[in-house]
């Protein structure tokens, strides 16, 4: 399947904020990209637009990002749930969605990311906004830096 330009820009936007974000927050990652993610008894696959482990590197990561412009946004958390990722991020509808895998292992929308706690979430939308690369990355450092 290709992706459109809306798409790659979306996923870069945040791909890049993320990296900003880590990096001034002084977390250690290792960044995953779209790597495949195979379970070969379960015949699962998944290939994430993007996807982060936090703290070291793991056999899966503990947080994934989908970018869903048309569909199958959704559709693709049951996919992680056999992952056990912990925190699967969708940007649908021009707003991030963030779903946690709770205790039950079935994954809940919640408001805030549980794996990032000091992130704003609002101030991530804000930036995708904006169409300019370098202003969208000015405006999410100083959105950083005004915390």
Wanted: proline share 5%; net charge positive; hydrophobic share 40%.
């Amino acid at each position: 399947m290709t992706t459109s330009n809306e798409h790659e820009r979306i996923k870069k936007w945040l791909g890049g904020f993320m990296d900003i974000y880590f990096d001034e927050a002084g977390t250690e990652i290792m960044p995953r990209g779209l790597a495949t993610m195979r379970l070969a008894l379960k015949a699962a696959g998944a290939e994430p637009d993007e996807s982060w482990c936090i703290g070291q590197e793991k056999k899966f990561p503990d947080l994934v990002l989908e970018i869903a412009l048309t569909s199958g946004g959704v559709r693709k958390l049951d996919v992680y749930r056999r992952f056990k990722v912990p925190e699967v991020w969708l940007w649908r509808r021009n707003k991030l969605e963030i779903y946690a895998l709770g205790a039950a292992g079935a994954y809940e929308p919640v408001p805030q990311s549980r794996l990032l706690p000091g992130l704003d979430i609002s101030l991530l939308q804000r930036c995708v906004g904006i169409h300019s690369w370098r202003k969208a990355r000015q405006a999410f450092r100083a959105g950083l830096s005004s915390k």
